[in-house]
């Protein structure tokens, strides 16, 4: 049986793999010129330094299996990420943690007493929120809120807090103690040789061909038994039902000698600047030595045709739109719709590979 695979990012490449190893002839159909989608990392030629090219990526995950699964595909180095943030020119730690609520209010809190004081100035009597901003309001108050979430979230989302879904806030821990790791994930690293090397590794197959520069259309369906597809869901029908709402980036790099910033993710609240974060990429690889640096400021838009996709912004518009194409999408009987862009949802890479293991175990086991 011969299967096609939109996509070389996490969730087609590990779907490729899994029906490679069970004797499928595999053909990953590439847009862009390069594997690894927007996990892509690069040596950059000036520093020689191992950068993220489309924004920061740690892996984290609390399955033991899959990251048993990932660690196959090179050596993963311990990492803890250590996010700081820049608010009325000052400087804290993220995500919220006992350290930004005292140094925030200039408090010497214990945990029992931070707790308490929030709970005096939060919105308690929010009892389920459903905006990002009741969610804030009921869980750090408005001071945090406004010094920490508002704007920045304008400038990510370009839309007020008030119209966004609680659950993009859920993704951040608030913490009453000092623990500054951004994630709670039970494992975190990040590959020696970077992410194009995992997927390339991943990808490594006889079975396997890739195809680069390469667009997949819907007419070619017929030259496959069964099709995997990590594009976006609106692409794949011509956008018939119209456009999903996604958010693109935009980088800009800066190369300096020494250390710019001392840490690899600096954020930034404010509307005083327009790019959202400071990337350091040297600090994502601590084993390596450099003496220059690159850093890139990210800045965010609205994502227009020709621009590439990152975050899918799933408003009531959105939503009404998506289950058009659900139903459509449930009556492609040789299409399999996975990952970010294929299901529309803010997805981590961790969960992208869980799901393209599944998604590869339900089509062998049928
Ligand atoms: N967020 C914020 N301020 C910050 C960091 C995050 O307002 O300093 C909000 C913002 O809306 C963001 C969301 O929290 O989109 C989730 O943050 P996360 O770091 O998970 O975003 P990602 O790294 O996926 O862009």
Redesign the pocket.
């Known amino acids: 049986m011969k299967i096609g695979i939109v996509g070389s990012g996490f969730s087609g490449a590990v779907i490729a793999r899994e029906l490679a190893l069970n004797g499928f002839d595999v053909e990953v159909f590439e847009v862009r010129d390069h594997i690894a989608g927007n996990c892509f990392t690069k040596r950059d030629s000036e520093t020689n330094i191992l950068k993220h090219c489309y ?2 990526h740690i892996f984290h995950t609390s399955d033991l299996d899959i990251w048993n699964y990932i660690n196959q595909f090179d050596k993963f180095f311990a990492f803890t990420n250590r ?1 700081k ?1 820049i608010s009325s020119n000052k400087i804290y730690s ?1 995500p919220i943690n006992l350290f930004t609520i005292n140094s925030f209010f200039n408090k010497t809190f214990s945990p029992n007493e931070a707790k308490e004081f929030i709970r005096e100035i939060s919105c308690t009597s929010i009892e389920n929120p459903i905006s ?1 901003e009741d969610q804030a309001l009921k869980f750090i108050g408005k001071e945090l809120y406004e010094a ?3 704007e ?2 304008i400038k ?2 370009g839309l007020n ?1 008030k119209e ?1 879904p609680a659950n ?2 859920k ?2 821990p608030v913490r009453f103690n000092y623990d500054d790791n ?1 994630y709670t994930s039970k494992y975190q690293g990040i590959p020696e040789n970077g992410y194009t090397h995992v997927i390339k590794k991943i990808l490594d197959h006889p079975k396997i061909k890739i195809n680069l520069n390469s667009k997949f259309t819907r007419g070619m369906n017929n030259e496959f038994d069964h099709v995997f597809t990590s594009a976006p869901l609106d692409s794949w029908f011509n956008f018939d039902y119209g456009r999903l709402s996604y958010r693109t980036l935009k980088f800009k790099d800066e190369i300096y000698e020494g250390d710019y910033q001392g840490n690899p993710v600096i ?1 930034y ?1 404010d509307f005083s600047v327009q790019w959202t ?1 400071i990337c350091e990429h040297k600090h994502f690889s601590p084993w390596e030595k450099h003496t220059k640096t690159i850093i890139t400021k990210e800045y965010s838009y609205a994502c227009k045709p020709n621009d590439i996709p990152y ?1 899918p912004v799933r408003l009531i518009k959105d939503k009404k739109i998506l289950n058009k194409y659900f139903d459509a999408a449930k009556k492609e009987k040789k299409v399999t719709f996975v990952g970010r862009l294929g299901t529309y949802r ?1 997805l ?1 890479m961790h969960i992208a590979i869980k799901e393209a293991l599944q998604a590869a175990d339900q089509f062998l086991k049928k």
């Open positions: 924004g920061p996010v943030a993220l990002f920490f979430f508002k920045y979230t990510q989302w807090p966004l993009i806030l993704r951040l951004y954020n609240c974060r975050y803010y981590d």
